[in-house]
Structure formats: C-alpha cells, structure tokens
C-alpha cells in the first residue's frame, strides 16, 4: 500500500473536518451545552445547538459560497489581465486597477451621455482599453523596459497617482453608479426566454447583474484561453514568456508582442469594469481593491498562468466571503492573506504553477 | 555574404567587443574561437539584434542589417542556435519546431521542413509530443538546431552546439552541421571543440579580448604554433 | 456645454483652493485667515471638496455683506488626504506657516482628534464642522483645561443614543412597537464603531433588543451581510456607513428582498443624499436616516442652498451646511474679537450665542465643554422621490412611512 496514493483525500479530509470544526467553535453556542443545568448529552446537546445555528445561518451560508464564487469569476478575469502582463513582461504593473478604473468611468460615460448599455458596452470598452493598454505601454512602460525592475514597479505605482488624480479632477470623487432598467423581476432574455431574477437558490439570491459579471468574466477567460492556446499570436505570447531571446530567434517581434500583450491585460479589466459598474459605483480609486485581490490571484495561481488565475480568482472570492461567517468579526482579507502565505510557504510557484 | 567590419558592443557600462571585423564568404563554413569570456556569443548576439550595436557595420546579403531588430534579420535568413539553447521548456517539440516557422513565408514549407528535421533527428519525430524542457541535453540541442533548421536559414551560426555532450553525440552534430552545409547553407560555428572544428572550417577566426587577433584557412590556424599551444592543448 | 462648463470651472475652482488664495484685501482692512481642512483626495474627497466649497462660498458672502467690519477673511484650504497623520502636518503647516487664526475641518473622527490635538498645543482654535467621536471635543483641550475645540454637529453619542429613541418613538406613534433591531455599520473606521457604541448603550438603556450586528468591510458587495442582518428577523435594520457602501447595500436589501420595512441609516452618508434618489432611483423610496442637517423648514437655509448650487452647479450636502454654518460661527467669533488674535477668539467661541442658525433645532449654537448642547440629529427619509424631514414631529415635513421599495 502506497500511502502517497491516499494522501489527497486524507488531507483533503482532515481540512473538510477541521473547518466544520472551526465553524461550530466559533459560531455555535456549546458553552451552554457545557453548563450543569444543561440537558442532555454533550455530544447530542451540540448537535441540537448546530442545527438550530444552520436553521438560521444556512441561508447565510449559501448565499457567501454564491456570491464568493461570483464576485471570484470577476476577480479571476482581473488577475487574467495581470498574470499575462507580467508572464511576458516580467513587470508588476500596479496602474492595473487604476486602468480598470478607466474602464468603469468609460462604462459609465457610455451610459449616463450616450445612453448606451453596459453590456453592449463591452464591444466599445474592450476595444479602448485595449488601444490605452498599447497607449501606456508605449509612453510609460517601453521607455523603461531596460531599467530595474523596482523602477519600473514606481513607475506604474506613479500612474496609478495620476490617473487617480486625474479622474478625481475630471470627475470629482463622487461615486458614479448606474442603474438597470431591467433584470429585477421578469426578465426576457434575448427574446428567447423568460427568467425571473434574482434567481433564487434555496433562498440565497443570485442578482441579473452580478450573474452576467460571472458568465462574462467566463467567456472573456475562456475567449483569451483559445486565443492563448490556439492562435499563432497565443503561440507567439506563450514562447515570448516563455524564452524571450528564444523568440525573438525565430523571428517573434517581442517587442511588438509585449505591447499587443500589454494590450491585452489592459482590455481584460475594461471588460471587467463593465460587467462590474451595474453593481460597483464608479469612484477614482474603485479599482484598488480588485488590484490588491488579482495581486495575490497572480501569486495563488501562478505567475502567467491562465486557469491558475481564474482558480485563484473563485478561491479569493470564496475565502474573502466566508471568512467573516468561519471567523466572526475579523477582517476579511484575514483569510486570504493566510491562504497568501500558506501558498508562498508550502507552493511558492503558485498552485497551477510550474517548479522552477 | 557577410561582413562585420569594426564591430564596437557590450552591457551596460561594460565593453565587450572592441572593434571586431570579419568576413563570411557564401557556402563557407567559418568557425570562431577563443577563449571563455572572449566575446564569441556576444558578437553572435550582436549579429542577430539581440544586442545592439554600439559602432561598426553589419552587412549582410548586401544590406546594412546593423540596426535591424532580430524578426527582421531572422526574416532575412540569418539564423542562429544559441548557446544555452533558448527552447521553450513548456511547449512540446513539435510546437517549439512549429515556431521555428513563425514567419508567414516560411509556413508553406513547414511540413517539408518538419520532415526534413524529423530525417536528420529520428529522436525528435519519436519525443514530438514531449515537453521540451525534459529533454535530454543531447536532444535538447537536436532540438535547436532542429528548430534553426525550420526557419530555412541561408546563413546559420552554431554557438557551442557540442557543449555538454557525450563524445559519441559530438560526432553527430558535427555530421548534421556538415550536412547542412552541403546542403548549401553558410555557417558560421563557435567552438570549444577547436581541432574538430578547424578541420571541417574552410577558414577561422581567432578571438581575444573582444578583437580578433588572427586569421587564416582551417588547417593554417590548425598549424599555427600560437593557436596550438593556446587552444589545442597540443 | 454646460457639462463641459461645470468641469472647466470646477478644475480652475480645484486649482484654486489647491494654490495659494490671491489676496485681495483692501490696505485700509485687517486681513484674518481662516484655515481648512478637509479630505480633498482619496476616497473621501467627494465629501471633502464640498465642505471646502461651502467655507470658500462663505467666507466670500461675509467679506461681501461686511459682517465682520474692519476685517477682510481668507480662507487658505487644506487636504488632509484622508489620513491622520497627513491632516495633523497640515494643520501644523497652516498654523506656522500660513498664519491661520481658526482652523475649521475635518469630516473624518481619526483626522480631527489629531488636529484637536494640534490645535490645542499651538493654542488655535478648531471649529469641528463634521466629525462624530465624541472623545475629540476633550482632546481640544490644553494642559490648562482650556477648551480649543468647537463643535457644532451632535457627536456620536448623541446621533447614537438620539436614533435609538427616534426608532422606538416613531415605531409606536405609527401604532406599533419596535421589539428588535439589526445593525449593519462599517467596521473598518471610528465613525462606524463609535455610532454603533452610542446607539447599543442606548438600547440597553431603553430595553431595545440588538439581534444581531455586522461590522463590514469596503467591497464590492454586501449579499452576505445583508443575508445574515435578514436571517435575524429583526423588526428595523440600521446601518452606519459611507456614500458608496451604503448605495450597494441598499441595491442587496432589494436583490435579497430583505423583508424588513423600516430601515434607517444612523448618522449614515447615503440615505438623506438628493445623490441617492438620483443614483438609485425607485429603490431609494422609504429610506430612513437619522442625521445631523440643516433645517428644510427654514427658508434661509433653502437660500443658502440655492446659493450653493447656482454657484458650484450641484446639490449641497448636509456636511457642506455644516461647513458653511461653521465659518459663519468662526467669523462671529472673530467679530467680537475684533481681530486675528488666536486667544481673543477662543474667548470669543466659549461665548458664543449664536442664534441665527439654519441648523434643524431650536434655541442658539452655545457651547458647553465644546459640544453644542441643542444640537441633535433628524430622522429624514425618501418619500416619492425627496429627501423629506419625517421626525421629531415638531420639524417634521411629512409622517414617517413604514415600508420597502421591493415591496416587503
Ligand atoms: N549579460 C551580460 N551582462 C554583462 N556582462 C556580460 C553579459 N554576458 C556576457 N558578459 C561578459 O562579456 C564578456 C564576453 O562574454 P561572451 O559570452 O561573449 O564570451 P564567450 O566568448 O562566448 O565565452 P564562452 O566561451 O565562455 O561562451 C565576458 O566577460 C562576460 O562576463
Ligand atoms: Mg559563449
């Protein structure tokens, strides 16, 4: 018997145990069951005690497992665009929640001045921010490309400032929302078929906007997937990643490739900022958070890896909602800075990633 | 078909070469030695763009390709195989080959090419699915010339390619290289292996400190009382 | 055209309040500046950038109407970014370098108990226009015991204790009885937690039962909070908050159809904004909010509002009257001074009876140990598509409906 063949599921096991563990330490009222006047069993006493938690909490239960995965998927797409700038580039662009900012306010002008739906948007945000991407990769980045490293990491911290205080200038800070005219009720979808929204599912909702913003988020990775995969310039990208002299020998023009890939990260928050503003107002430093998340995806899934930062993405999204209701009353982002460190002590090429 | 005349390059603040100039007749197989840390691999790197040039001339095929960026004189036909083989290491054999035909006008040719390859390299036909970075060095290198070879070079250079490899294997790449030459491909070779390689030259160039400090046909270098004791250990 | 107008003109307005103000006192006029400091970028420059709007609109109408004779007020702005440590230097900064004689500021309870500090030490007085901790009013005091600190909004404690009696009081005028109440408030800043200290001491106080409470983070939603606020089946939810959540969190009350129809924001940013009716239109309906305002029944405060918005081209939020009420206050002050002299006005501040006010309460500003013992708070709420004055009865614009936009 070969024990590494059963360590999988034991470890997997111990952690499913382990949490259930944590869950009712934190959240059940055993104690009670633990006083003199208490009847009963211990053992049976608890069990009553969690049952009537889930009773009450089940819902809450459900509902962070399904808005964990959701606002994940949108995560994942934002960590995409990241993880590729820096597998080709080998920079750490920190504007890249800047620029979705860019995109959010885009969205949202596209919106409010032209009247024209989020959704439909994404046709007009992806394209810009994908020409912005080439813009600052040109202005900002390529000028730099020789320079350290820890330069090039303040220079986008610099733009991150300026576009930042620019939108605040443009737009001041107050937060910009949008609001749907439909999906809450009957909803028609594409004139195929009647949903009602928010869909429920035993009682924990699923919201029109933020469904889309999951299914989205969805296609754009799995889109960028072939392209990466399938496509001579997916080929090209990939083997500039991966050997940069090595491509540039078989006559891949790197540098034109670190720009279309630039471009490309670039355009992967632009569809996230529209599949993000019918839910998330607009404000000069909104990207900041999925910055700070995809950050930590790109780490979790490893570096330039595609399935690695959506994975990483639905993990950061679970953790981040289900921390507050396994941990009542810390941080959220306790959870997944642990899961941050764990990943950087026990797998530091990241979950999906090669070994060094 | 090529000629660099006073080529001036390094990193940084650091020179390396100081004015190299040589000369590559078509057909010919040139081979440039020297000691470690001559500036061999530099001048190669100069010579496809991966470096730049900081003075001096780069002609090749009659154009001035000395500020050209290396897609363009990869398009030009001026191929190398880099020391340290710069493959892939994630993508398959087949797919590292396939990218040796990146270039649009090469693509039409690349089945034949491929079969080409897979006849001087039966290993690599066998391991085409292989990860690349699994390969064992001697094909690992099979692989890179294997890869030169696809992108249907008029002039290749060769830096090391026997460095590391068992003796046996040292005589077949020395073989394959012949063989392209044969088949009318210009080449030029970088060597540790200096007998071997002064004997299958037409002609060689000797490096030092980043100049060349002697020329002359394979077997006049091969008699040379100063290239004898310096580099053939004799 | 227009749009482009308003940007232009609030770009050249940004710059000016970024830069050094022109002076433009006459020879014959003593000129006393007046220091602000308000968070004017980060994530709080939507609020701040309005206060700094409505002190500049004020200090412009008194220099024009001469209420301070023989004195020319100047208004040098500052930006605390929105953090402690950098409002604290800048109000060092306006006191050694730009010769301020009052400092009127901050929005933010962290930024303000610094600069009370500061102020306390340098012996210049602050006029709090926003800032809820109730603790900062005593930090404004120097080794002597000397009060430097003015505050003329009801602080935490009051806003807290006030909403839990409004809750309970409007519940049974309405014929009902208010048994158990959710909380939902930012758990990241002061403001969130010390309202929400207020606001539990006070249900102890009344025997009005908690039943649950969150403390959330900044996101980008709120489901599960709001998930877990419903599953206590509570009769009235509160939240404490900022603009933004508080925007989402009322679009995931209505996504979960939360089944709750009296929700009230306590001292909370987003539930008695016109913004609020504009952003999230039908949804906004039935919205609560116990917060300090000013007096809609008051005609002069209608005008200053009207001011404000033909001048700047948007709405004037409370924090801004509140602004704007407080340069009124320091030029009162600097009035019966008679000059900048920074002792003369604290002495001035501590008699300060100050009636003319657009403040919703009644009798005068006056200061006791530096809070403002008439000021309280209202109950206010979105009632077909405006932000009406629901409670106590006496300023009340309309009754106070119990119900949900989703219909719950
Ligand atoms: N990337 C680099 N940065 C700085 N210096 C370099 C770099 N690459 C090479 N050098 C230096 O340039 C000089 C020439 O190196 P080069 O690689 O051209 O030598 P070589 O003749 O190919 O030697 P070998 O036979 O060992 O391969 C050496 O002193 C080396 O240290
Ligand atoms: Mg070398």
Same mark, same amino acid.
């Given at each position: 018997m070969e024990w590494k063949q059963y360590r999988g599921s034991l470890i997997g096991g111990l952690v499913v145990i382990s949490l259930f563990a944590i869950l009712i330490y934190n959240n059940v009222d055993w104690r009670a069951c633990l006083e003199p006047e208490a009847e009963g069993f211990v053992l049976s006493c608890v069990a009553e005690n969690t049952s009537a938690w889930y009773a009450r909490y089940g819902v809450v239960m459900r509902q962070a497992t399904v808005s964990g995965l959701l606002i994940g998927g949108v995560y994942g797409l934002v960590a995409l665009g990241l993880t590729m700038i820096f597998g080709v580039l080998e920079i750490i662009n920190f504007a890249h929640g800047a620029l979705m900012t860019v995109g959010l306010y885009i969205t949202f002008i596209l919106f409010d001045t032209f009247g024209i739906d989020p959704y439909l948007g994404l046709f007009i945000t992806v394209p810009l921010l994908f020409f912005i991407g080439l813009i600052v990769y040109r202005v900002v980045i390529h000028p730099a490309r020789d320079a350290p490293h820890h330069n090039q990491l303040l220079l986008t911290l610099g733009l991150t400032l300026l576009i930042e205080n620019l939108l605040l200038m443009v737009f001041t800070a107050t937060p910009r929302a949008i609001r749907l005219d439909y999906g809450r009720g009957e909803t028609n979808i594409l004139g195929l078929f009647v949903m009602q929204f928010p869909i429920r599912i035993w009682r924990a909702v699923i919201t029109f906007d933020k469904l889309l913003a999951?299914?989205?988020?969805?296609?754009?990775?799995?889109?960028?997937?072939?392209?990466?995969?399938?496509?001579?310039?997916?080929?090209?990208?990939?083997?500039?990643?991966?050997?940069?002299?090595?491509?540039?020998?078989v006559g891949i023009n790197t540098d034109w490739i670190n720009m279309i890939t630039f471009g490309i990260g670039t355009a992967c928050v632009g569809a996230a900022a529209a599949l993000v503003l019918p839910f998330r107002p607009?404000?000069?430093?909104?990207?900041?958070?999925?910055?700070?998340?995809?950050?930590?995806?790109?780490?979790?899934?490893?570096?330039?890896?595609?399935?690695?930062?959506?994975?990483?993405?639905?993990?950061?999204?679970?953790?981040?909602?289900?921390?507050?209701?396994?941990?009542?009353?810390?941080?959220?982002?306790i959870g997944v800075f642990v899961i941050f460190i764990l990943v950087l002590l026990f797998r530091p090429q990241g979950l999906l990633g090669q070994a060094a | 078909m090529l000629t660099i005349e006073n080529l001036e390059a390094g990193y940084g603040d650091v020179k390396v070469?100081?004015?190299?100039?040589?000369?590559?007749?078509?057909?010919?197989?040139?081979?440039?030695?020297?000691?470690?840390?001559?500036?061999?691999?530099?001048?190669?790197?100069?010579?496809?763009?991966?470096?730049?040039?900081?003075?001096?001339?780069?002609?090749?095929?009659?154009?001035?390709?000395?500020?050209?960026?290396?897609?363009?004189?990869?398009?030009?036909?001026?191929?190398?195989?880099?020391?340290?083989?710069?493959?892939?290491?994630?993508?398959?054999?087949?797919?590292?080959?396939?990218?040796?035909?990146?270039?649009?006008?090469?693509?039409?040719?690349?089945?034949?090419?491929?079969?080409?390859?897979?006849?001087?390299?039966?290993?690599?036909?066998?391991?085409?699915?292989?990860?690349?970075?699994?390969?064992?060095?001697?094909?690992?290198?099979?692989?890179?010339?294997?890869?030169?070879?696809?992108?249907?070079?008029?002039?290749?250079?060769?830096?090391?390619?026997?460095?590391?490899?068992?003796?046996?294997?040292?005589?077949?790449?020395?073989?394959?290289?012949?063989?392209?030459?044969?088949?009318?491909?210009?080449?030029?070779?970088?060597?540790?292996?200096?007998?071997?390689?002064?004997?299958?030259?037409?002609?060689?160039?000797?490096?030092?400190?980043?100049?060349?400090?002697?020329?002359?046909?394979?077997?006049?270098?091969?008699?040379?009382?100063?290239?004898?004791?310096?580099?053939?250990?004799l | 055209m227009s749009k482009i107008l308003r940007i232009v003109g609030l770009m050249a307005l940004l710059m000016m309040s970024f830069g050094v103000m022109v002076t433009t006192a006459q020879d014959d006029m003593m000129v006393v500046r007046i220091g602000g400091i308000h968070p004017l970028t980060g994530f709080l420059a939507n609020?701040?950038?309005?206060?700094?709007?409505?002190?500049?609109?004020?200090?412009?109408?008194?220099?024009?109407?001469?209420?301070?004779?023989? !004195?020319?007020?100047?208004?040098? @702005? /500052?930006?605390?970014?929105?953090? %402690?440590? +950098?409002?604290?230097? =800048?109000?060092?900064? #306006?006191?050694?370098?730009?010769?301020?004689?009052? !400092?009127?500021?901050?929005?933010? @309870? /962290?930024?303000?108990?610094?600069? %009370?500090? +500061?102020?306390?030490? =340098?012996?210049?007085? #602050?006029?709090?226009?926003?800032?809820?901790?109730?603790?900062?009013?005593?930090?404004?005091?120097?080794?002597?015991?000397?009060?430097?600190?003015?505050?003329?909004?009801?602080?935490?404690?009051?806003?807290?204790?006030?909403?839990?009696?409004?809750?309970?009081?409007?519940?049974?005028?309405?014929?009902?009885?208010?048994?158990?109440?959710?909380?939902?408030?930012?758990?990241?800043?002061?403001?969130?937690?010390?309202?929400?200290?207020?606001?539990e001491a006070e249900a102890a106080n009344i025997g009005l039962d908690i039943v649950e409470t969150v403390g959330y983070e900044f996101g980008a939603d709120y489901t599960t909070d709001v998930t877990i606020v419903g599953a206590s089946a509570p009769d009235a939810v509160m939240v404490t908050g900022y603009y933004g959540d508080g925007l989402t969190i009322a679009q995931n009350m209505e996504a979960i159809a939360l089944d709750v129809p009296f929700v009230m924001g306590v001292a909370q940013g987003t539930y008695d904004q016109d913004q609020f009716v504009a952003d999230a239109g039908s949804l906004a309906e039935c919205f609560f909010n116990s917060?300090?305002?000013?007096?809609?029944?008051?005609?002069?405060?209608?005008?200053?509002?009207?001011?404000?918005?033909?001048?700047?081209?948007?709405?004037?939020?409370?924090?801004?009257?509140?602004?704007?009420?407080?340069?009124?206050?320091?030029?009162?002050?600097?009035?019966?001074?008679?000059?900048?002299?920074?002792?003369?006005?604290?002495?001035?501040?501590?008699?300060?009876d100050y009636e003319y006010h657009i403040m919703p309460y009644d009798g005068s500003i006056t200061f006791v140990d530096g809070e403002t013992p008439n000021a309280i708070p209202v109950v206010m709420q979105v009632q077909d598509g405006a932000v009406k004055q629901v409670w106590p009865p006496e300023i009340a614009e309309s009754e106070p409906r119990f119900c949900t936009s989703w219909g719950g």
């Open positions: 999951f299914l989205g988020a969805l296609v754009v990775t799995a889109i960028l997937y072939t392209i990466i995969q399938k496509t001579d310039l997916g080929k090209a990208i990939r083997a500039t990643a991966q050997e940069r002299d090595g491509a540039a020998l607009a404000d000069p430093t909104a990207g900041n958070l999925f910055n700070i998340t995809a950050f930590i995806i790109v780490v979790l899934g490893g570096m330039g890896n595609a399935i690695g930062a959506l994975l990483g993405g639905l993990i950061i999204g679970l953790t981040q909602e289900l921390t507050g209701i396994f941990f009542p009353g810390s941080p959220d982002l | 070469l100081f004015g190299v100039s040589l000369e590559i007749q078509a057909g010919e197989i040139v081979a440039l030695i020297g000691a470690n840390g001559a500036g061999k691999t530099t001048t190669i790197k100069t010579l496809s763009g991966l470096l730049r040039a900081r003075s001096g001339r780069i002609i090749y095929d009659g154009q001035d390709i000395t500020h050209w960026q290396s897609h363009k004189i990869v398009a030009a036909g001026l191929i190398q195989v880099a020391e340290g083989r710069k493959l892939f290491p994630r993508l398959s054999v087949l797919e590292n080959l396939e990218l040796g035909s990146f270039l649009r006008k090469l693509r039409a040719n690349r089945a034949k090419n491929l079969k080409h390859v897979y006849s001087l390299f039966p290993r690599l036909a066998e391991r085409k699915n292989q990860i690349a970075g699994t390969l064992s060095g001697g094909e690992q290198q099979m692989l890179a010339i294997g890869r030169a070879l696809m992108s249907e070079p008029k002039l290749l250079m060769l830096d090391e390619p026997s460095l590391g490899l068992a003796p046996m294997l040292v005589q077949d790449i020395f073989n394959v290289v012949q063989g392209i030459n044969d088949d009318g491909t210009t080449i030029l070779i970088v060597e540790q292996n200096a007998v071997q390689t002064l004997r299958m030259a037409q002609r060689g160039y000797v490096m030092e400190h980043g100049k060349i400090t002697l020329s002359g046909t394979g077997d006049e270098l091969l008699h040379d009382d100063r290239i004898r004791t310096a580099y053939l250990g | 609020d701040g950038l309005g206060m700094d709007q409505a002190i500049q609109m004020a200090v412009d109408e008194i220099n024009e109407m001469g209420l301070v004779p023989g !004195i020319t007020l100047e208004y040098v @702005s /500052a930006d605390s970014t929105g953090a %402690a440590d +950098v409002g604290q230097q =800048e109000a060092e900064r #306006l006191i050694t370098e730009e010769g301020i004689s009052v !400092i009127i500021g901050t929005f933010q @309870s /962290a930024v303000t108990g610094n600069v %009370a500090t +500061v102020a306390a030490r =340098e012996g210049v007085p #602050l006029i709090i226009d926003v800032a809820a901790a109730s603790d900062i009013t005593e930090r404004g005091r120097d080794a002597d015991g000397n009060q430097w600190t003015f505050r003329i909004q009801p602080n935490a404690d009051v806003m807290g204790t006030f909403a839990a009696q409004y809750a309970v009081a409007m519940t049974s005028a309405g014929g009902g009885e208010l048994g158990s109440v959710a909380y939902l408030h930012e758990g990241v800043t002061d403001y969130g937690r010390s309202v929400y200290g207020a606001f917060n300090y305002r000013w007096d809609n029944l008051n005609p002069h405060a209608l005008a200053v509002r009207a001011r404000y918005a033909e001048r700047f081209g948007e709405g004037m939020t409370s924090a801004d009257v509140l602004a704007w009420q407080a340069t009124y206050i320091a030029a009162d002050a600097i009035r019966r001074a008679g000059s900048g002299d920074t002792a003369a006005i604290q002495a001035a501040l501590l008699e300060t």
